[in-house]
Structure formats: C-alpha cells, structure tokens
C-alpha cells in the first residue's frame, strides 16, 4: 500500500485507466450480447451488467466529474477576479481578449485544414456501406448575434447556477474591473477574494485524490458498454481523426509555440501530461478546467491574471479537436453518400467550422451542432451524421485532450507576449511537484 502511495498522481491515475479499460474488455466479452450476466453467489447470484456496469461504475465515475464540475464556477469566477483587479491597466484586458480570440479562432482554423487535407489523402468513406435507416436530428444552433447577446447576464448568480461560462466570465471581469477602481474598499474585497482562491485551490488539491478511481470507474463503464465491432468497420474514419488530433497537438502546437515564444515545446508537452490524463478520462474541458487552470500558473508559470481568461475562455470557445472531427467527417460523409465536393465548398468548411466555435460556445451538444451546420453549409445529408456517432465518443475522449492543450498553449504565448510568464517555473521540470504528489501534501 506504501509502494502506490509513493507514486505520483499521474502514474496512479494511469494504472487507473489501464485497469478500468482491462475490467471493462473482460465484462463486455463475459456479457457477450447478454442482457445480464450472474455472478452466483451462494443465496443469492450478483448480476454484472446490474450492479457494477449500471450501479458501482456509473455512480463512481458520476460522482468524479460532478466533484470535479463542482470546481469549474466557483474557481473560475473567484480567479477571474483576482487576476482582473490586479491590473494595473484595466486596458490589457482588451489586449488579453484580442489575442486570445484570435490565436483561438487561427488554431482552430489550422486543425480543420490539417484534417481536411488528411481525410481527402486517405479516403476514409470509400467502401462503407450506407445504414438504410441512417437518421438525425440536429438542433437548432444559435445566430452570432445571440450568443454576444446572452454572454451578458440578466442575473449573474442564474448564470453561474446554470454554469452558463461566458455570462460568469463577463460578470467576474467587471467586478473585478470595479475592485480595482474602488480604492481602498476594492483592496479589502480583494484581499478576501485572495483568501478564497487560496481556499478553493486547495479543495482541487484534495479532490485530485479521488481522481485514480473516477478515472478507473469512467473506463471500465465505457469499455464495456463500446461497441468494438462499430470501431473496427469504421477503422479508416477513427485512425484519420486520431492521426489528425495527434498532428494538430504535437506538431501543429509546437510550431507556433516555439515561433512565437522560443519556449521549448517537448517541456510543455511534458507538463501537459496530467492534465490530459484528465481530459481523456472525463471528455469534458468543462471538468477538467481547475486541472487546467493550475497546469497553466503552477507547471507552466502563466500568471493567474492572464491564465484565469484565457483557460475559461478556451474551454468555451476553443474547438480544434472538434473542427478536426468535423473536418474529416464532411469528407466521409461526402464521400459515402457519393457527393463531390469543390475546393470552394471546402473553404466554406473552413470557415463556417472556425467562426462556428464561437457562435455555438457553451451550446450542449456542440461537436454534433457544429457538424451539422457545416454539412449543411455544403449540401451534405445531416443523416450522415448518425454513421458516426457510434465511435464518437472515443474520439470525443482524445479531443478534449487536444483542446485542453491548446487552452494552456494559447495561454503560454499570450502570456509571454504580456509579459506575465515565468519562465524559470516553466523550465522547472520539478515546478508544482505537489501537484503529482498529493499525499505528501495532504498527510
């Protein structure tokens, strides 16, 4: 028991993982297109699918993504704070945002290229069968115009009950902008606001103890109840998508890092690696975001007052993973339903995906929104969707970790370009030992 206490946070969650997906293959091959399987037990026999598929792991992995979702308002709203009132020119959060939105929207556009030109390399949607009673229902996306409408909040404490992300980021950023210009009233407030974000990050601390066995709860749920056959007839699509994020997240984001900071990418990506260990696992930038937040200002040595607006800001509005999917995707599609597509029409793909991460932000549901507004953009069946939905939540898996490293790259680059990143805390390959460490901050 001493040995695993001794290892780090990420070996543990990593153990985690590989004994979730072990446990989750060896129910799915015992059920075997059974309704249940019993386990007898003298008495009485325990059902498989019962009581650990649908009752021990889906209450284990519910409870690890509410705890880590419990976080996402609370700390980013005190943080956001925090970091506003401390500047000392209320203006650079006009430069802050500039350059966050635009390295978002210039990132994403990248990833959507990357994927388009590997999808018409490789052909995944040659030789796939059509389902006869392919269907989907796509919802309604909202108009650019109502999304920069709703980002202001009629009632600051519905929208953080709601989590709705961007009304809670506008509202911390003029409170945040009022403590700074009420003199010695604003320097109390904030000193208590200090006191909670203090507070708050430890709670992510004890939380991150958790952590081993959500991850393991999410797994072995998941890969007992994914459907492998579904994965190996649609191999082509799957591995181009992946190829794509891996492209998009080790080369794509090391260029630009390295371009535009001279930071060396291998120690960002080394860091990064707890926290996508974390995106993996939940598929959410949403709960992963306190993961995030401290990976960025304790391991990458952003300062809060530029990492608590870009992370948030990035987890709603930074969709790369997903312009990759739905960039391969408009090529599968096209080409299972036999439509050729013109280089105009593929441009068009570009940009409706790009400006589409903004204009459905915070939307549920958004990858599948996003996709169908883009195939409807290049007069593509959205029926073509339910071929893929199937393997989407894998790969959903490995996007979130995508973007969660773009969210902490973008936050790098804007950070070093304010002057407001530390980069002995950057090179530091020990910086924030604590965070893989926990138990030797805890006992």
Same mark, same amino acid.
Request: with cysteine; charged share 15%; net charge neutral.
């Given at each position: ?54 009752? @021990? ?14 976080? $996402? ?75 920069? *409408? ?15 992300? @961007? ?165 599968? *599609? ?48 959205? &029926?073509?969707?339910? *071929? ?21 790259? $973008? ?24 965070? &893989? ?7």
């Amino acid at each position: 028991m001493s040995k695993i206490r001794s290892m780090s946070l990420t070996t543990r969650i990593m153990i985690g993982m590989a004994l979730g997906i072990a446990v989750g293959f060896l129910f799915q091959a015992i059920l075997a297109g059974e309704d249940d399987y019993l386990i007898p037990l003298g008495l009485f026999s325990l059902p498989i699918k019962a009581f650990f598929v649908d009752g @021990l792991f889906h209450v284990g992995g519910q409870i690890f993504i509410a705890s880590l979702k419990m976080l $996402v308002v609370p700390l980013v709203f005190v943080s956001l704070v925090c970091g506003t009132c401390s500047l000392s020119d209320p203006k650079k959060l006009g430069r802050l945002g500039g350059k966050s939105i635009g390295l978002y929207l210039v990132t994403t556009a990248v990833a959507i290229t990357v994927a388009i030109s590997l999808a018409l390399l490789f052909n995944p949607g040659q030789g796939i069968a059509l389902p006869s009673d392919a269907s989907f229902n796509a919802k309604e996306a909202p108009t650019l115009a109502r999304v920069i *409408i709703d980002m202001f909040p009629t009632n600051p404490f519905e929208a953080m009950a709601k989590g709705n992300m @961007l009304q809670v980021i506008v509202f911390a950023l003029l409170f945040g902008v009022s403590m700074a210009l009420s003199g010695k009233a604003g320097k109390r407030v904030a000193a208590v606001f200090e006191d909670l974000n203090t507070v708050i990050l430890k709670l992510v601390t004890l939380l991150m103890n958790i952590a081993p066995y959500g991850v393991f709860f999410l797994m072995a749920k998941l890969f007992t109840t994914i459907e492998m056959g579904l994965i190996l007839s649609l191999a082509k699509y799957f591995l181009v998508v992946v190829a794509a994020l891996l492209i998009h997240a080790f080369i794509n984001y090391s260029i630009i890092l390295k371009v535009l900071t001279g930071l060396n990418p291998l120690t960002f990506l080394a860091k990064m690696k707890h926290a996508c260990l974390f995106g993996f696992s939940t598929s959410s930038s949403s709960a992963t975001m306190p993961i995030t937040l401290e990976t960025a200002t304790k391991k990458l040595g952003a300062n809060n007052s530029v990492a608590s607006f870009t992370i948030p800001l990035g987890a709603t509005i930074n969709m790369d993973g997903t312009a990759i999917m739905q960039g391969v995707a408009t090529v599968f *599609i096209a080409q299972v339903f036999a439509v050729d597509l013109a280089i105009s029409d593929y441009l068009m793909v570009i940009l409706t995906a790009t400006l589409a991460s903004v204009g459905t932000a915070g939307v549920p549901g958004v990858g599948l929104i996003m996709l169908a507004m883009v195939l409807n953009q290049v007069g593509l069946p959205v &029926e073509g969707i339910a *071929i893929i939905i199937g393997v989407d939540r894998l790969l959903d898996m490995t996007r979130t970790a995508v973007n969660i490293t773009g969210d902490c790259m $973008v936050t790098c680059v804007v950070a070093k370009s304010e002057g407001q990143l530390d980069e002995t805390i950057f090179n530091d390959p020990n910086a924030a030992k604590d965070l &893989e460490d926990y138990h030797k901050s805890t006992e």
